[in-house]
């Protein structure tokens, strides 16, 4: 049995914001592993142990560069939100966002190996990452990119330098805009229902039996008869299709006339929107979080032994 930190819970409510105990429940029952316990949660908890599951722990910034037709979107990741102020920082993610685009490198290493200068470093783009991590005492890298240069036109959308949505579209600019910036609030995971990756789906319909099961267990204990298996096949099915309505991006109600879909709203202005990528920084990359109560106990114990 795995043991269960102070930390570890501390790590599980940041992203579930379930109880205190709720959540050392959880990872006791999944023996420490935090995917798991998570999904425990959502089971017991249903919504409420997803609201914060957008949080992300990583430091970074998110930037975008548009021209016509060309485009690119970057992240680029450092270890302190203090560096994302960074005049230096800041101009070296901007100029690899405008390199990636002009120069189309296949990926991170290549990008690195573009010809640039900044602040006294050079001749590459990677000398000048490595020259910056020793002026301003703290690493840093280049992440993930998407290069765009295609037919469709482009729309760009920056929540602060957190965010970045590029849309691929025909038609109006600025409902395209508008689309990006829905995006960025809304966070979809495809275009439609039936882009949504099976993976997600399974996941949804794995949580959705669970709370039904759960559901069983308690009107078990009150005495209550269980529901026919048609029907409780027919609730699972019916939060998988909620979820996915809620995630395709066409379905979702317009964050600036939620009377009416993002697809309908496109539709009114004759403007079809091809694909769209979405980059939230550190999304996916988790902190370490110290176990400081261990940590303190480890070096007390590593002072005895050596008394």
Request: charged fraction near 25%; proline fraction near 3%.
């Given at each position: 049995?795995a043991a269960?930190?102070a930390?570890?819970?501390?790590?599980?409510r940041?992203?579930?914001d379930?109880?205190?105990?709720?959540?050392?429940?959880a990872?006791?029952?999944?023996?420490?592993?935090?995917v798991?316990?998570?999904e425990?949660?959502?089971?017991?908890?249903?919504?409420k142990?997803?609201?914060?599951?957008?949080?992300?722990?990583a430091?970074g910034?998110?930037?975008?560069y548009?021209?016509g037709n060309?485009?690119?979107l970057?992240?680029?990741?450092?270890?302190?939100?203090?560096?994302?102020?960074?005049?230096?920082?800041?101009?070296?993610?901007?100029a690899?966002a405008e390199?990636?685009?002009?120069n189309?490198p296949?990926?991170?290493?290549?990008?690195g190996?573009i010809?640039?200068?900044?602040?006294?470093?050079?001749?590459t783009?990677?000398?000048?990452?490595?020259?910056?991590i020793?002026?301003?005492?703290?690493n840093?890298?280049?992440?993930?990119?998407?290069r765009?240069?295609?037919?469709?036109?482009?729309?760009?959308?920056?929540?602060?330098?957190?965010?970045g949505?590029?849309?691929?579209?025909?038609?109006?600019e600025?409902?395209?805009?508008?689309?990006?910036?829905?995006?960025?609030a809304?966070?979809?995971v495809?275009?439609?229902?039936s882009?949504?990756?099976?993976e997600l789906?399974e996941k949804e319909?794995?949580v959705?039996a669970?709370?039904?099961?759960?559901?069983?267990?308690?009107a078990?204990?009150?005495?209550?008869?269980a529901?026919?298996?048609?029907?409780?096949?027919?609730r699972i099915?019916?939060?998988?299709?909620k979820?996915?309505?809620?995630?395709?991006?066409f379905?979702q109600p317009f964050?600036?006339n939620d009377k009416?879909?993002?697809?309908q709203?496109?539709?009114?202005?004759?403007?079809?929107?091809?694909?769209?990528?979405l980059?939230v920084v550190g999304?996916?990359?988790?902190?370490?979080?110290?176990?400081?109560?261990a940590?303190?106990a480890?070096?007390?114990?590593?002072a005895?032994?050596?008394?």
């Amino acid at each position: 049995m795995a043991a269960i930190t102070a930390s570890m819970v501390a790590e599980l409510r940041g992203k579930t914001d379930a109880p205190m105990m709720e959540c050392k429940k959880a990872l006791t029952e999944a023996d420490g592993d935090m995917v798991k316990a998570e999904e425990l949660l959502r089971i017991k908890l249903g919504n409420k142990a997803g609201k914060a599951s957008s949080r992300v722990t990583a430091e970074g910034v998110v930037t975008s560069y548009i021209n016509g037709n060309l485009g690119a979107l970057l992240e680029v990741n450092c270890e302190t939100d203090f560096v994302t102020k960074n005049d230096s920082f800041l101009a070296l993610a901007n100029a690899a966002a405008e390199l990636i685009a002009k120069n189309n490198p296949a990926d991170v290493a290549a990008l690195g190996a573009i010809a640039y200068s900044q602040d006294g470093f050079g001749p590459t783009l990677e000398d000048v990452r490595k020259g910056l991590i020793g002026k301003i005492g703290e690493n840093m890298s280049f992440r993930r990119f998407k290069r765009f240069d295609g037919a469709a036109k482009l729309a760009a959308y920056l929540h602060g330098t957190r965010i970045g949505v590029v849309v691929e579209f025909d038609g109006d600019e600025t409902a395209a805009k508008d689309v990006a910036m829905h995006i960025a609030a809304m966070k979809p995971v495809a275009l439609t229902s039936s882009d949504v990756p099976a993976e997600l789906i399974e996941k949804e319909r794995a949580v959705a039996a669970g709370k039904a099961e759960e559901d069983r267990k308690v009107a078990e204990a009150a005495g209550k008869p269980a529901q026919p298996a048609e029907i409780v096949a027919k609730r699972i099915e019916g939060g998988v299709q909620k979820y996915l309505k809620e995630v395709s991006l066409f379905n979702q109600p317009f964050v600036k006339n939620d009377k009416q879909t993002v697809e309908q709203m496109l539709k009114t202005v004759g403007t079809s929107v091809k694909a769209f990528t979405l980059y939230v920084v550190g999304e996916g990359i988790e902190k370490k979080v110290d176990d400081f109560a261990a940590e303190v106990a480890a070096q007390v114990a590593a002072a005895k032994a050596a008394a």
